[in-house]
């Protein structure tokens, strides 16, 4: 009986086997015809580009605006089509109706137009993420597929008909998403777009309007799953979105470096990407590491500090000043610069605007004030139609004009307002003496990450600089985009619309067009022009760590969307900011009162169990009330807690690092300090181990990053070394966020090295 059964088993084991073979060859073969397939599409469209390219520019401005508008388009798609060879296809859905589509990161058509891939964002793909045996859909089974290269190296399914567990040919497997969390970390955010789960998936398909806020703990996906939406949302609403954008904004720099490749592989490539320091045009701020200042710059008081910094430069004339023009003397009196001062306030327009009227009443007046004294002199009324002129082109009268009301720039401004102590004083009258003083630096300070919405709001007071320093050529610039944008609307009327190609939607505007058409100028991108242009109104915002932003970053996001569609993604309770809310709702309400949604993210798929309850219980041990994301793995290895003497905490930091390279087998190393330890830290880590070594000031792409908690925020390590856990507490004034968000980094393994006691709830090895 025994034999009978072991001979059974055999039999049965020898079929499954011969099933998976034959499923994989059957995958091979129509993968191999995609990447076939990728390869044609990349080879047309770069002939047609080509084409498009050696023709010649002349002709009127209707023939170059249908030129440009192929290029466009061409330019796009193949930008797009090179994006996309890593993992094209990941699954398969056998149907109820017994059609099969297959899913990928793009849509691919044949020569005969039969749908070859389904865009993992077209509606008909949806059902790969949301189907269960429960809500079938139609999905009578999903295949996943494992690439390397262009090859597929295994497969594994998913039944939900149960009839279909009686057949041949079902794969089973070791599950692609715990085959995802086993893989080792590449220092690149990876895109989860094969293995997006249901309760990502309706946050990711989510409606366009609206402020949605993605709340979760470490670990959950947040910033996967932002980024798959701002791609979904610009293939749903390409329409609304190609000409307006998508704005993501991240932390730090080093944040942004790590995700900056996710969107071009799931086929975007026209989303602007901006860190907290990068969002004021032409200005790469350094990070503000005075908690005190942050503070004080993120309160919502500098809103009214601002604008009296602005009036504060409209001044008054205390006394009666002479003036010379060609020889004659005439008066500016303090009456005249008070009326002008109230007239070009009352205009409402933005400061270096109105200067245009404080200026013509003073030139109006001070000409009458002249031609009178000529007339009086002369004996005789005599007619100077260029008296106002010769009034504004006084060296007496433009010092004048300019002392009284002086055009600025948002950079002057601020510069100005922290650097000399009147301004500072006058401005900041809802601020205590010792808060002014924290706040009072050099002028040649550089400017801070606090400082870009203090920037940006005193850029929206003051009015565009160029009114005054090239108001003609503006004028001329934008006359000429506005023929560009007609020649461009007849042009779209005259083309052959070709743009489903390969099955893919597309749609030009005539705005897109004359941004390529502008005569003599560089042309850019949507996107590189919306970088560029500090007013640019997004049809779409994505905000990351957002539980991080002051009260005066959130007024500059709202600012760049007046429309307020956003996606928001944070932990509160990751908050380590001395400006961050402590509340969704105490950080949205004056933006958007109560109309905002919460959705919860619910597991933690990056984090082994181990580990993340031992973050969630140092973070509880300090009073902070986190939520305990349900951890997918259980993990190998507990916390690892290495307590030294002070001398030794270098040394111990350099020997774990090592063991930890030879174990981890090429795996990525997170090194975390403060920034009281970290030039120590990476010098001693650095020569330890020379060319595998980067920070977020040099390389990132090694091995082995010594980061600070703020430039490891949102990053993920196969290993994380925390160097002195205690002084991560300390550095942020108490809190435990800095902490708590360094120790769920690692995917696999966390040490911690300190001399101090460690924090409660780890205790003492």
Not at 533 to 552: I, N
Not at 569 to 582: E, H, K, L, W
Not at 623 to 646: F, I, K, T, Y
Not at 656 to 668: H, P, W
Request: glycine share 6%; aromatic share 6%.
């Amino acid at each position: 009986m025994a034999n009978h059964l072991d001979q059974n088993h055999s039999e049965e084991h020898q079929a499954a086997e011969e099933a998976y073979a034959a499923a994989l060859v059957e995958e091979r073969a129509y993968v191999g015809k995609l990447y076939a397939r990728l390869d044609e599409a990349r080879e047309e469209t770069a002939e047609k580009l080509k084409k498009v390219r050696k023709t010649k520019s002349a002709g009127s401005h209707q023939n170059r605006s249908e030129r440009d508008a192929y290029a466009t388009h061409y330019e796009d798609r193949l930008a797009q089509l090179e994006n996309v060879d890593h993992r094209l296809a990941f699954g398969r859905l056998d149907l109820d109706d017994s059609t099969t589509r297959y899913v990928g990161r793009i849509g691919l058509a044949d020569a005969n137009h039969e749908r070859l891939l389904i865009d993992w964002r077209a509606p008909e793909a949806g059902t790969f993420y949301q189907a269960t045996a429960f809500d079938r859909q139609g999905v009578r089974r999903r295949r996943h597929l494992m690439l390397e290269g262009r090859t597929v190296a295994g497969i594994e399914d998913d039944v939900l008909d149960g009839s279909m567990l009686e057949g041949d040919g079902v794969v089973h497997g070791e599950g692609a998403l715990l085959a995802a969390l086993n893989r080792k970390r590449t220092g690149r955010m990876g895109d989860i777009v094969a293995t997006i789960q249901a309760e990502q998936d309706k946050i990711i398909r989510a409606d366009l309007a609206g402020v949605r806020v993605v709340q979760g703990g470490p670990g959950t996906g947040k910033t996967a799953v932002a980024l798959h939406r701002a791609a979904y949302l610009l293939y749903t609403f390409r329409e609304r979105l190609n000409n307006a954008g998508v704005l993501v904004v991240g932390p730090s720099s080093s944040f942004m470096w790590y995700i900056e490749r996710v969107l071009p592989s799931l086929g975007e490539t026209g989303v602007v990407m901006a860190s907290l320091a990068t969002l004021y045009p032409g200005l790469h701020a350094v990070p503000e590491t005075d908690p005190t200042v942050a503070r004080l710059k993120g309160d919502v008081r500098m809103v009214k500090a601002i604008k009296r910094a602005v009036k504060d430069r409209q001044k008054k004339l205390s006394e009666p000043k002479q003036l010379t023009v060609d020889s004659t003397d005439i008066q500016l009196t303090p009456e005249m610069v008070r009326y002008a001062r109230e007239k070009a306030r009352g205009t409402g327009k933005p400061h270096n605007e109105a200067r245009e009227t404080f200026v013509k009443i003073l030139v109006r007046e001070l000409g009458q004030q002249l031609n009178e004294k000529l007339d009086e002199a002369a004996g005789r009324q005599v007619d100077r139609p260029h008296i106002e002129d010769d009034v504004r082109d006084s060296l007496d009268v433009r010092r004048a004009i300019n002392l009284a009301w002086m055009p600025l720039s948002a950079e002057t401004l601020v510069r100005s307002l922290f650097s000399k102590r009147h301004y500072l004083d006058s401005a900041l009258r809802e601020f205590t003496p010792a808060e002014r003083d924290a706040l009072q630096r050099p002028a040649d300070a550089p400017f801070t990450e606090a400082d870009v919405p203090l920037l940006d709001e005193a850029a929206e007071l003051l009015g565009d600089f160029s009114k005054i320093t090239g108001a003609a050529a503006a004028a001329r610039a934008q006359a000429e985009y506005q023929a560009n944008v007609e020649n461009a609307r007849k042009a779209l009327e005259n083309m052959h619309y070709d743009l489903e190609d390969h099955g893919v939607d597309g749609v030009i505007t005539a705005e897109q067009i004359a941004q390529y058409n502008q005569t003599g100028a560089i042309r850019m991108t949507a996107a590189q022009a919306a970088k560029s242009d500090r007013t640019w109104a997004y049809g779409h915002v994505v905000v990351d760590e957002a539980q991080e932003l002051s009260p005066m970053q959130w007024r500059l996001l709202f600012r760049r969307c007046p429309m307020k569609s956003f996606t928001i993604v944070g932990d509160i309770a990751q908050a380590s900011s001395a400006a961050a809310s402590t509340s969704w709702a105490e950080a949205l309400e004056p933006f958007v009162g109560d109309r905002f949604s919460i959705d919860t993210l619910t597991v933690n798929y990056r984090t082994p169990a181990q580990i993340s309850d031992a973050a969630v219980a140092v973070a509880r041990a300090a009073g902070q009330d986190v939520a305990a994301p349900r951890a997918v793995r259980e993990g190998n290895w507990p916390p690892q807690l290495h307590r030294v003497s002070a001398e030794k905490v270098l040394d111990t930091v350099v020997e774990v690092v090592s063991e930890e390279v030879r174990a981890s087998a090429g795996g990525l190393i997170g090194v975390i300090a403060t920034p009281e330890h970290y030039a120590a830290t990476a010098k001693a880590v650095g020569t330890a181990h020379r060319g595998q070594t980067g920070t977020s000031q040099s390389a990132l792409e090694h091995q082995i990053l010594v980061l600070t908690p703020w430039e490891a925020k949102g990053l993920e390590f196969d290993v994380v070394i925390i160097v002195e856990p205690k002084s991560l507490i300390t550095a942020a004034a108490g809190a435990v966020g800095d902490l708590y968000v360094s120790m769920t980094r690692p995917t696999q393994r966390l040490h911690l090295i300190g001399a101090d006691e460690f924090p409660a709830g780890l205790g003492d090895q």
